[in-house]
């Protein structure tokens, strides 16, 4: 029995500890790096059961990926290995603290080749909750259609649907983003953009217009995330901005928001009231900021807990 399923491209990551141009580093420590795989793991340490699935190569970069996620303890029992395409790669560059650049190896990859016939439906259902991410519809067309279709399985199922749009413009235009991402969303019971991606979506500029947008005239819950301003959540009962935590040191920004979606997903399914679900995956993104690599920082239920009370707030 699962509490979420999500699923999408998780690569190997070669990202050097130098700061130096990738034309001059010798050594590429390897890990992994996969939005979805992330949030998976964050649900796991948060003490909950998570299925992730993807298409991998049958190539030792696929098998390093699918250990080192079940070694989360996240069911990994759903991925497939094909041998017609490889898993695909990624590698980072920091030139300065703030100048990251990713180049993508993924083209073509396994996970392109994730179609709406792989998903299993029998598997899909036993979860509470779907977690939608708008990378996996950015891989290929196969792909997209493997989301409307999971979509569907979640409605039949009467799942909740978690969509998290996540925009990647490497992988498609700004216009066809924009279209698949209304259309996921129109689904969507809880919608988790980034203030950008929010304005990207709806036109509007102002965070409180762009929830309203975003909602329209159905009942979902919309929760913008505002970097180290927190978040701002409005459903039909409730419009509030929930301050974020306090960072000591921003060492690595990136995955703070998918440990923010792994809050969300948890709080729900803790039935707890929406701010104090938010205020807790504010906590989460804060502790992903405040530590190196993308999994790292993710906390178990009892260190985010400890974090949020005053004491835990001034430790070191
Ligand atoms: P990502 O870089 O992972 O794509 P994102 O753009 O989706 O992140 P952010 O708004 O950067 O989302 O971060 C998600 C959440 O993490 C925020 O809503 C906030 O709660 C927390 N957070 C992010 N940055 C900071 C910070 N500098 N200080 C405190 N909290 C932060």
């Not at 996969?34 to 098998?63: C, M, Q, T, Y």
């Not at 413009?169 to 969303?185: G, T, Y």
Request: aromatic content about 8%; hydrophobic content about 40%.
């Amino acid at each position: 029995k699962l509490d979420v399923f999500t699923f999408g491209e998780t690569m190997v990551l070669f990202q050097p500890e130098q700061m130096l141009s990738l034309e001059y580093v010798h050594q590429f420590p390897k890990r992994i790096g996969g939005a979805e795989s992330n949030v998976a793991i964050g649900l796991s340490r948060l003490g909950h059961s998570v299925g992730w699935f993807s298409k991998l190569g049958d190539d030792p970069f696929g098998r390093y990926i699918q250990k080192y996620i079940r070694g989360e303890d996240v069911d990994t029992s759903s991925c497939l290995f094909t041998d017609k395409a490889p898993t695909g790669l990624l590698f980072k560059e920091q030139l300065s603290p703030d100048d990251v650049n990713v180049y993508y190896y993924r083209k073509g990859s396994a996970a392109s080749l994730i179609g709406p016939d792989d998903l299993n439906e029998e598997y899909i259902a036993q979860a509470k909750i779907l977690h939608i991410s708008g990378i996996t519809p950015a891989l290929s067309d196969s792909s997209y259609q493997a989301v409307m279709k999971a979509i569907e399985i979640a409605k039949k199922n009467d799942m909740k649907i978690v969509f998290d749009p996540n925009l990647r413009l490497k992988l498609w235009s700004v216009e066809r983003a924009r279209e698949v991402f209304i259309e996921i969303a129109a689904s969507a019971d809880i919608i988790l953009p980034g203030l950008d991606e929010g304005q990207m979506m709806t036109g509007e500029t102002e965070v409180e217009k762009v929830a309203e947008a975003l909602m329209g005239d159905a009942d979902k819950t919309i929760i913008i995330k505002l970097g180290s301003k927190g978040a701002y959540v409005h459903s039909k009962n409730e419009k509030a901005y929930v301050e974020g935590f306090p960072v000591k040191q921003i060492v690595d920004p990136v995955g703070a928001g998918d440990g923010f979606a792994a809050g969300i997903i948890s709080g729900i399914l803790r039935n707890e009231p929406l701010q104090t679900v938010v205020r807790r995956a504010n906590a989460i993104g804060a502790m992903v900021v405040g530590t190196s690599g993308d999994v790292e920082g993710l906390p178990t239920f009892k260190a985010v807990e400890q974090f949020m009370t005053p004491t835990g707030e001034a430790r070191d």
